[in-house]
């Protein structure tokens, strides 16, 4: 299984990025997906994240600006990203989890599950 992300850049305040995250394998289900995000010398920390169903979390300091969505049937998660700021520079994770993914005839159960990370740099 492979969460491959996409979508990070350099911008300038005020601007916009769209973030994708495919994950691909033998994947049974997905229960959330979602984005975190570390700035150098902090903590990681939720960005926002979708169930399945549709429910969102979001951090309080991306409401109204960021908007998460969810292709289920392409295991896909976009994170739309308007009015950035330079405090929302950081290298964004997506993540995936509680999933279930076959490794052979075996499943696998896992509570989380990230990508590799992209940069976003948002300057003044």
């Known amino acids: 299984v492979q969460l491959q992300a996409s979508g990070g850049g350099f911008v300038q305040a005020g601007g916009s990025l769209r973030l994708s995250c495919e994950a691909s394998?033998?994947?049974?289900?997905?229960?959330?997906m979602g984005w975190y995000r570390q700035a150098p010398g902090k903590q990681r920390e939720l960005v926002a994240d979708m169930a399945s169903g549709g429910s969102t979390n979001y951090a309080d300091s991306v409401k109204g600006r960021f908007t998460i969505s969810r292709e289920n049937a392409k295991n896909t998660v976009y994170l739309q990203m308007n009015s950035l700021k330079p405090e929302d520079t950081a290298v964004y994770y997506c993540?995936?989890?509680?999933?279930?993914?076959?490794?052979?005839?075996?499943?696998?159960?896992?509570?989380?599950?990230w990508g590799q990370g992209t940069q976003v740099t948002v300057s003044n």
């Open positions: 394998g033998r994947i049974f289900r997905i229960d959330a």
């Open positions: 993540h995936a989890g509680p999933m279930n993914y076959y490794n052979g005839d075996v499943m696998v159960a896992v509570r989380d599950y």
